[in-house]
């Protein structure tokens, strides 16, 4: 079946600009998870969803936010980008998101803002 | 608070020798622990997992790990690397009560034919 897809791959934006990142879970999967990887910080937590909600949120800033929609597709959202917010951003799906759950993670977005 | 440390930045190791990549995690419970490996411009691929039962998890690729609670270290080893394990591995731990995972800081691996 096919694996989690992220879109676009690679995204450059300047500051103050916003941006959306797209993910689609594997068929099936219910939990969809985002992760920011920088060289400085590593992976981070952004947030979880699970059926249209949050369930679990990391320490970023309100520019930070997400949503998923009912066909489990999820959506993170950057306003007021900073020139710190350039990263992979990865997008992981798991069944139930349940930490026993096999979580798959896509290639990720590269945002690169200027 | 969970947390998991890689003390390791970068690993250089010769095609064909073994190789032992350490990991160590703070945590008050029985931890869920993973490694996970990703390859340039890859997401990350789910290597081995652990939460209770033998200590001793096996893995994909060829890989393994041991869970020792006494030292709070879940190290990964392969017993003869290829070419191809060239990539950055890290360690996670899942927070209890949540549904996310904590990843340590990565070990990149370069491996010499």
């Known amino acids: 079946k096919a694996g989690v897809t992220q879109t676009p791959r690679y995204l450059i934006k300047t500051r103050g600009q916003q941006v959306t990142l797209s993910c689609s879970p594997i068929s099936g999967h219910r939990s969809v998870s985002w992760y920011q990887q920088t060289p400085g910080q590593g992976l981070q937590f952004l947030f979880e969803y699970f059926s249209e909600t949050q369930r679990n949120k990391g320490n970023f800033p309100g520019r930070f936010s997400g949503r998923q929609f009912s066909n489990s597709r999820s959506e993170m959202n950057v306003s007021t980008l900073e020139l710190g917010d350039s990263a992979l951003y990865l997008c992981a799906s798991s069944f139930d998101g349940l930490l026993t759950d096999t979580q798959y993670f896509g290639p990720g977005t590269r945002l690169t803002v200027l | ?113």
């Open chain 2, 1 to 113: 608070a969970q947390s998991v440390t890689q003390p390791d930045i970068h690993i250089t190791v010769s095609e064909g020798a073994s190789l032992e990549l350490r990991c160590n995690y703070s945590y008050g419970a029985t931890p869920y622990l993973f490694w996970y490996v990703q390859s340039p411009g890859q997401g990350l691929q789910l290597l081995l997992k652990y939460f209770s039962g033998d200590t001793l998890v096996q893995g994909i690729k060829g890989f393994e790990a041991e869970f020792k609670r006494s030292q709070s270290s879940f190290n990964l080893r392969k017993p003869s690397v290829h070419w191809s394990d060239a990539a950055e591995y890290f360690c996670a731990v899942g927070a209890s009560g949540t549904y996310k995972y904590i990843f340590g800081t990565g070990t990149r691996l370069k491996v010499l034919a």
